[in-house]
């Protein structure tokens, strides 16, 4: 049988397998792929391929991939409710259950208005001490010249944050099984995503990959149960997103149980701590790249912090570290790509675009943050495009690395004092350089990660004892 390739029949796009559709390019070159999508035109259209439309029973499956921002906004915001969201590989299902991040419809509306006080003002800005000092706790462990893999140093300090903000208490030994299960879990869904086979084999077909990521799995579980349980028990108030769940009621009035419970906080574990490492992550590596925004940088600390440690007062002063922030997120967007959105009827779209009911919808913060007609040179790393007046130039939902609309990320305004306020901690005292000879790739996984291990070298600036954090 051949393989014949064919472009979209009404909407353009660019060759595909008849058997397998986009998938086998997009397993060789994902985010090329996209790039190569963007010539297409505003929305384009990627055949699923036969294989897809025999299993589903339905002819001309297909993924429209939106390149315009007008478009987004119309799916995300103005005609959200049409869109509802499409089907994820089995392991990504049974690690986040029936959390915010997968729920639809009353149930999800129901979830978010439980979280989002939670998320918002003073509650959020209570955090700020516990930031600083974690951060100031791992530089402590820094010595001068010392080499480090700066993803995992991010990565356990953002664990160890959102730990405390879910379970109110300091992560210990659990850590590394934390880090372990997600390491595991997150490979084995970017082969899910990236086989059909591998995603229709069960989780019980004891393959070695299976019984790793079950044992991984079942070991977290069995640690979320422990402090549910816990908390079940004691007597004492708390303030953290545990008690929150266990004091939330369902639509009839009844409290939730276990397996609900852990389904959010796993889902807040995951989407809490991973992005924002790598967003950290990414800011490191341009900097280090970047000599005159590194400069620019430290004479911002020195005038805003002089000595002392960052707190929630000196974050609105922290303007030229908040370019840095956005503009990191711009060129590499941990959430590179947003769920894919199902239409439930026939939408036109302000391009006009016309699709069915039952398209599949993807987009891609990456590729529009890519795009030259949004940001002209968009490979430069450029923080002034965050400047107050070059802000207001850009192309409305031409910048969504938190996505937009109902499902907004809960943990923007967290996650973004957060990075602020570690950036400042660290690069105040900090510089990093990048260990000479290495090529750093983003790599789509789950997360925008970078390709290999990022390895940097920590010096020193030399400045006096810090004060203690001012309020
Ligand atoms: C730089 C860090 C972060 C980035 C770039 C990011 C990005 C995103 C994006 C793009 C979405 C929308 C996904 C979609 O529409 O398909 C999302 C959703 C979500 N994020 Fe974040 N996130 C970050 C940090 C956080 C943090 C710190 C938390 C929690 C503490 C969090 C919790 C969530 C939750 C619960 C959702 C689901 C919202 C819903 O579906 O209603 N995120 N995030």
């Not at 809490?272 to 000599?291: I, M």
């Not at 004479?299 to 030229?320: G, M």
């Not at 956005?326 to 947003?338: D, I, N, T, V």
Request: aromatic share 8%; with cysteine; proline share 7%.
């Amino acid at each position: 049988m051949t393989d014949q390739k064919f472009p979209s029949p009404t909407l353009s796009g660019p060759p595909v397998s008849r058997w397998w559709g986009p998938f086998p390019e997009l397993r060789r070159d994902t985010l090329g792929f996209f790039l190569r999508c963007q010539t297409y035109g505003d929305v384009v259209k990627l055949p699923m391929g036969l294989v897809i439309e025999l299993l589903l029973r339905r002819r001309d499956a297909a993924t429209y991939v939106l390149n315009h921002p007008a478009d987004i906004k119309h799916v995300l915001v103005t005609n959200q409710d049409n869109y509802r969201k499409g089907p994820v590989p089995p392991v990504e299902s049974r690690i986040f259950g029936l959390g915010v991040l997968h729920t639809d419809g009353e149930m999800h509306h129901g979830q978010r208005r439980l979280f989002l006080p939670f998320f918002h003002g003073n509650h959020v800005t209570a955090y700020t001490d516990l930031i600083t000092g974690k951060a100031h706790d791992m530089i402590g462990h820094w010595q001068d010249g010392m080499t480090v893999d700066i993803e995992r140093e991010m990565a356990r300090l953002t664990l160890s944050i959102i730990w405390r903000l879910l379970f109110g208490r300091e992560i210990g030994s659990e850590s590394d099984i934390v880090r372990e299960a997600i390491a595991v879990g997150q490979r084995l869904i970017k082969t899910q995503y990236d086989s059909l086979f591998a995603s229709m084999t069960p989780l019980w077909v004891p393959t070695k990959v299976h019984r790793i990521f079950n044992r991984g799995l079942h070991a977290m579980e069995a640690m979320i149960h422990e402090r549910i349980e816990e908390r079940r028990m004691a007597s004492q108030q708390n303030d953290d997103l545990l008690a929150l769940l266990l004091a939330a009621r369902d639509t009839e009035g009844r409290p939730l149980t276990n397996k609900e419970i852990r389904d959010q906080l796993v889902t807040f574990l995951l989407a809490g701590h991973e992005t924002t490492a790598n967003a950290l992550t990414w800011t490191w590596f341009l900097l280090s790249q970047f000599r005159s925004v590194r400069e620019r940088l430290t004479r911002e600390l020195n005038e805003v912090l002089a000595d002392r440690l960052p707190t929630a007062a000196a974050i609105p002063h922290l303007r030229y570290t908040k370019m840095i922030w956005e503009e990191s997120l711009r060129l590499y967007p941990p959430a590179w790509s947003l769920h894919t959105r199902v239409g439930r009827a026939e939408d036109h779209l302000p391009s006009g675009a016309v699709l069915p009911p039952g398209a599949w919808v993807f987009i891609s913060p990456w590729s529009v943050h890519c795009n030259a007609r949004w940001f002209p040179d968009p490979n430069q790393f450029d923080p002034e495009r965050f400047s107050d007046k070059a802000k207001r130039t850009h192309a409305p939902y031409s910048y969504i690395p938190f996505g937009a609309g109902g499902r907004r990320c809960l943990g923007e305004s967290f996650a973004e004092m957060e990075g602020l306020l570690i950036l400042a901690t660290v690069a105040s005292r900090f510089q990093l350089r990048l260990v000479d000879g290495q090529t750093i790739l983003p790599d789509p996984v789950m997360t925008l990660r970078p390709n290999v291990p990022v390895r940097m070298i920590v010096q020193r600036i030399d400045i006096h004892e810090p004060h203690p954090a001012v309020a």
